[in-house]
């Protein structure tokens, strides 16, 4: 019978890729992570790793065994947590990556009532914003992931996962307070902005792609971007010194010192916040309760948070 705990040393030097990083993950010392896999070894009767200078390598047998025990791990939290379950407990971890916005107005605010309500669950999050992430939750590395979504570029088509949109924000148009065209209060032309400087995210994420397409698309000029960062303090910074970015309402941009916040006049630039989750992750027979458990509090949240937000609309537009 293999160890269970052995093949998660296993999976992790596949991940990791030395014995020094799954001991520092796992909590052992490197002698005792070469122990375990000595004794794995023993007990599949297969070399599993062999040495290439000071190091140690999967061997073919130790890939596919590895592979296997992703799987082997996953369906033994699966029994764990509904065995819990069946007692009216749940328990367990998952794991959740989201955009900056998301994680701060929704998964943030969810935080204290999962807590108190399911004392044996953790949530692990990570501020993530880019699109491999959605590969990552098909391979089972993440449970729940939360993505920013425009209305001018299209969704992926990943038939093996689940979407839903929990809250629909505008974007608009955050300028210098002393901008000229901000002057008046009236919503600003997008063709008139031709010749800005402009703040946006990082390369690959979907705020960049918007921002290009947006203007390619309705004002027919390709934007001069100079400023790109996924921390919104920074662009904020930016535009107080003269850039121009497209901020959602929840950016809250018209609270910041030397910033003005402007409708779009050519167009209607809506942001979705999608929960995306693998297909069949609420189906009672193969889904995990902890997810699940998760996936409802996010929805209470998002409740939450258009009912205190009038602007914000609860699910799609």
């Known amino acids: 019978m293999l160890d269970l705990g052995r093949l998660r040393i296993l999976r992790e030097l596949?991940?990791?890729?030395t014995v020094g990083a799954v001991a520092d993950t796992l909590?052992?010392?490197p002698s005792a992570v070469s122990q375990q896999l000595a004794q794995l070894q023993k007990e599949v009767s297969v070399p599993l790793v062999e040495k290439?200078?000071?190091?140690?390598?999967?061997t073919a047998a130790g890939e596919v065994l590895a592979e296997h025990a992703e799987s082997l791990l996953a369906q033994a939290q699966r029994a764990e947590e509904a065995t819990v379950a069946a007692a009216g407990r749940v328990a367990g971890r998952v794991k959740v990556v989201g955009f900056q916005t998301a994680l701060l107005h929704v998964l943030a605010p969810a935080l204290p009532a999962l807590e108190t309500d399911?004392?044996?669950?953790y949530v692990d999050i990570l501020d993530e914003e880019f699109s491999r992430v959605l590969q990552?939750?098909?391979l089972q590395d993440i449970d729940i992931v939360?993505?920013?979504e425009y209305s001018h570029l299209p969704r992926p088509n990943r038939p093996e996962l689940t979407a839903e949109v929990l809250i629909t924000e505008h974007m608009r148009l955050a300028m210098p307070e002393k901008h000229?065209?901000?002057?008046?209060g009236e919503p600003v032309r997008l063709a008139d902005l031709a010749d800005a400087t402009w703040a946006t995210g990082h390369i690959g994420t979907n705020h960049s792609d918007l921002l290009e397409r947006t203007c390619v698309d309705v004002a027919g000029f390709r934007p001069d971007i100079r400023h790109r960062s996924n921390d919104v303090l920074v662009i904020f910074a930016m535009i107080a010194h003269g850039a121009i970015a497209l901020a959602p309402d929840l950016a809250l941009a018209e609270r910041e010192p030397g910033i003005v916040v402007r409708e779009i006049a050519e167009t209607d630039v809506l942001r979705r916040m999608?929960?995306?989750?693998?297909?069949?992750?609420?189906?009672?027979?193969?889904?995990?309760?902890?997810?699940?458990?998760?996936m409802q509090a996010l929805r209470h949240s998002a409740d939450a948070l258009a009912e205190a937000r009038p602007s914000l609309i609860r699910g799609p537009a």
Do not use: C, F, H
């Open 146 to 148: 939360m993505t920013d």
């Open 52 to 58: 290439v200078g000071r190091r140690l390598r999967l």
């Open 118 to 121: 399911y004392p044996d669950l």
């Open 180 to 184: 000229p065209l901000a002057a008046t």
């Open 136 to 138: 990552a939750l098909v």
């Open 274 to 294: 999608v929960m995306w989750t693998r297909t069949g992750t609420e189906s009672p027979r193969n889904g995990r309760p902890a997810v699940r458990a998760v």
């Open 14 to 17: 596949k991940q990791l890729g």
């Open 27 to 29: 909590g052992y010392s």
